[in-house]
């Protein structure tokens, strides 16, 4: 499976930004579908990640990023709301797939003034 994301860019503190990304084939909705991000010099952090039995955020995220998912089309989005300056990352999207984990190409998300 590929998976291609998009929406990624600049927007100032407290502005909001959706990424999307599309599967390039289906992914079951018992599989996990979702969004990690990761910072120069850190690991890859969850942000938010989709099942049919759960769904589960960042605590750093909680209350300001809704994570959807549309199985038919075999996408997953995020939005994300109230950014802040520590939002800045690079922002993976995440399938499990075939019992591996697959990961998209990353899309870059800066948040300044």
């Known amino acids: 499976v590929q998976l291609q994301a998009y929406g990624g860019g600049l927007v100032q503190p407290g502005g909001s930004l959706r990424l999307s990304c599309a599967a390039s084939t289906s992914i079951p909705s018992r599989n996990s579908m979702g969004w990690y991000r990761q910072v120069p010099g850190k690991q890859r952090e969850l942000v938010a990640i989709m099942s049919i039995s759960s769904t589960n955020y960042a605590d750093s995220v909680k209350g300001r990023f809704i994570i959807s998912r549309d199985n038919a089309k075999n996408t997953v989005d995020l939005q994300m709301n109230s950014l802040k300056p520590e939002d800045t990352a690079i922002y993976y999207c995440?399938?499990?797939?075939?019992?591996?984990?697959?990961w998209g190409q990353g899309t870059q998300v800066t948040v300044s003034s």
């Open positions: 995440y399938a499990y797939q075939n019992s591996r984990s697959k």
